[in-house]
């Protein structure tokens, strides 16, 4: 297992273009967004300055684009080949495949996170305290968990052409509805509604509660969770059916 | 050749038949809605055997192999591996597999992909000799979706020979090969077989069967119609080719006391040459004497497999109308 976590990962780092979208993009996106803001005026209603507010954002950008591309899109093309069939014929467990594509995605999505915040530190001066640094780096790596789920499910649950546009959708409407683009308090007072239950709010306000020194939000907490559950139920669920049907 | 490995199949199924069977089915079915693709199929392989399992397209041979694997779960009936289950014995590193719709991991090289199986196997061999043993050491270093048909096949190959395994399981192994590197593959494909290995495989290539294979499994829509050496299947199927030439151009009563020949299973007249099939060549050649004929060019010859697999088909097919 730990051989193919290291041919996934090799494989991984060897992409440039799944490397620029999940390592750099964030980063420039970063620079575009929060470049020309000033660092005192305030994000409406979170104490936040916009560089501050978007840093995290963006990290949760990045880690959602190496989990949730890197799963669903490779899982749906090697299910197709026959990889994952031939596979099943070698002595790796059956979740072996699932976890090692997990894990090299956790990999790649670490070093997305942490260059969102040595560009916000040096470009935009986003100073907070060591614990804080500490703690978002692992609430946004843990968190990126509920979306590799997310990626296997689609990788189970949709083939061929079709994965591509589905995971396109969800990837843009989580990350935009989410907030992750811009602050979802300048969206109208329904789809401010609608957004606060979808995983990537609760994500981003969960690394913006770090950086305000506050306690989660219970809220925030619960829809994580049930996500992570929801997605990973559904993966495990969907990774079966393919299993019997295969 | 086929009747040398003829031979070495009885000696190794008469000597080992007290052993546990490399693979057992018993009773096995398996239905994809109304098609019965495996219909209460019963067999055992036996230690280092070489089988062919053969069978025109929907067959079941696909099927069969996904069963024996572990990939698809019969309806009914028991498949077992070396006395377990499918799925333990692979666990246990005692099966390698090339499959025809196993895929490849792309964007990794030859050599990368080969070391995984490697590290996979629970009785791996070096990557190395892996490589070599699979022609693969010039093209190590190359990307796997940079290569040919016959290049790929060779990759399965090498991951279904990673490690010492005791039963490999080909599914139309040479699929894409042309005929250098299909027979340069069968003689790799030997020196497993003579490591004492169990070898089993499906082909579409008849010939293959008949060169290789010890003993061979008709397949017919999901039954085993017949099971033997190649030379017992081709007797099975009456076979025996006959044909000569007349003095005299063939008349009509003449052509009518050919086709009243004892045996005849098909006549073919043209011009003085008479083609015939026969399922007792010995019975109709002596009989054809009687009529008072003087064949000139006498020619007797066994059937291909090919022909003969066409002809136990059909007879099966007329059977069941």
Excluded at chain 1, 125 to 132: I, N, T
Excluded at chain 2, 84 to 113: F, H, K, N
Excluded at chain 2, 264 to 283: C, M, N, P
């Amino acid at each position: 297992m730990k051989s193919l976590i290291k041919l996934e990962l090799a494989r991984a780092l060897r992409n440039r273009k799944f490397l620029f979208f999940s390592v750099m993009y964030p980063s420039l996106l970063f620079l575009i967004i929060a470049g020309n803001a000033d660092s005192t005026t305030k994000v409406d209603g979170t104490g936040l300055t916009l560089p501050t507010y978007m840093m995290v954002s963006m990290a949760s950008f990045g880690a959602l684009t190496a989990v949730l591309m890197g799963n669903s899109e490779r899982i749906a093309k090697e299910r197709e080949s026959g990889w994952v069939r031939q596979l099943r014929l070698t002595s790796l467990p059956g979740r072996g495949y699932v976890l090692a594509k997990t894990a090299s995605a956790a990999v790649v999505s670490l070093p997305s996170i942490v260059i969102v915040f040595v560009v916000a530190a040096a470009v935009k001066d986003v100073r907070l305290d060591a614990w804080q640094w500490l703690a978002l780096t692992g609430a946004i790596w843990a968190g990126s968990l509920v979306f590799a789920a997310l990626g296997v499910a689609l990788g189970y649950l949709a083939s061929g052409d079709a994965v591509r546009p589905i995971t396109m959708i969800v990837y843009f409407g989580m990350s935009m509805l989410g907030g992750l683009w811009m602050p979802s308090t300048t969206f109208p007072d329904w789809l401010q509604n609608i957004a606060k239950w979808l995983p990537t709010h609760a994500y981003a306000d969960l690394g913006r509660a770090i950086e305000q020194s506050s306690a989660p939000q219970a809220q925030d907490l619960a829809v994580l969770v049930a996500s992570f559950v929801l997605f990973a139920g559904g993966a495990a669920w969907l990774y079966r059916k393919d299993t019997l049907k295969a | 050749m086929a009747v040398m490995t003829t031979t070495s199949a009885q000696a190794s199924t008469t000597g080992k038949t007290a052993a546990t069977p490399a693979v057992r089915f018993d009773q096995v079915s398996k239905a994809y809605g109304e098609v019965r693709a495996v219909d209460g199929l019963t067999l055992a392989l036996h230690p280092g055997e070489t089988v062919a399992l053969l069978g025109p397209n929907g067959a079941g041979k696909s099927t069969t192999l996904d069963l024996l694997l572990g990939l698809k779960q019969a309806d009914s009936g028991t498949v077992s591996v070396f006395g377990t289950s499918p799925r333990e014995a692979i666990v246990a590193g005692r099966v390698g597999a090339m499959l025809q719709s196993g895929g490849l991991m792309d964007e990794v090289t030859v050599a990368e992909l080969v070391r995984l199986a490697c590290a996979l196997h629970p009785r791996p061999y070096r990557a190395a000799d892996v490589l070599a043993r699979a022609g693969l050491a010039q093209i190590a270093d190359r990307k796997v979706n940079k290569l040919s048909g016959g290049q790929v096949q060779r990759v399965r190959f090498a991951l279904a020979t990673a490690g010492d395994s005791d039963l490999i399981v080909l599914d139309e192994p040479t699929t894409g090969m042309d005929v250098s590197a299909r027979q340069s593959f069968w003689a790799t494909m030997r020196e497993q077989a003579d490591a004492g290995r169990t070898v089993l495989f499906a082909t579409h290539y008849l010939e293959e069967a008949d060169a290789v294979a010890d003993r061979v499994l008709v397949l017919h829509r999901g039954r085993l119609l017949a099971d033997g050496t190649a030379a017992e299947i081709k007797a099975k199927a009456g076979a025996r080719r006959i044909s000569f030439d007349l003095a005299d151009e063939i008349a009509g009563t003449d052509e009518a006391a050919l086709r009243d020949l004892p045996f005849l299973t098909s006549l073919d007249v043209s011009g003085h040459t008479v083609r015939i099939q026969s399922s007792d060549a010995d019975a109709t050649v002596h009989a054809l004497y009687g009529l008072g004929l003087y064949p000139r060019n006498l020619e007797v010859a066994g059937l291909g497999l090919e022909q003969a697999f066409v002809a136990i088909t059909a007879a099966e097919e007329a059977k069941q109308k």
